[in-house]
């Protein structure tokens, strides 16, 4: 029987590191205005199995039982945002990253704003 657990935990393991590949790690990449914009995302995993048997007296019965399961977190950690050849991270973390993007945002939809009206001004 304990080959039947590995095989089981072999795929498990599998179809968990599949989930939590690189592209998972890294989003796709957007752009906003000028900037072009690559979500951050940390993954983690956790793995588990047992086995055992069992006599009950009062019965006169016996059994015994299998299982394994696995599971996975995905926690978005911030942006990488890149201007020309500038590159910062913004962490979106309660303290400073996701406060620090909102505060971005009015020069960013400011920028966004006048782009589009220098498109109307030139039709």
Do not use: Q
Not at 25 to 51: C, H, N, Q, W
Not at 108 to 119: F, S
Request: no cysteine; net charge neutral; proline share 3%.
């Amino acid at each position: 029987m304990e080959t039947r657990i590995e095989d089981l935990l072999d795929k498990v393991s599998g179809h968990v590191k599949d989930l939590a590949s690189t592209d998972t790690v890294l989003g796709d990449e957007f752009t906003l205005g000028d900037y072009t914009v690559r979500p951050v995302i940390k993954t983690a995993t956790g793995f588990g199995s047992g086995m055992g048997t069992g006599d009950d007296p009062k019965k006169k019965a016996s059994g015994s039982g299998t299982g394994a399961g696995a599971g996975i977190a995905v926690v978005p950690v911030g942006f990488l945002v890149a201007k020309g050849d500038e590159i910062k991270f913004i962490g979106s973390d309660r303290k400073s990253g996701l406060s620090g993007l909102i505060d971005k945002m009015p020069d960013l939809v400011e920028k966004v704003a006048a782009m589009k009206n220098g498109d109307k001004e030139k039709k």
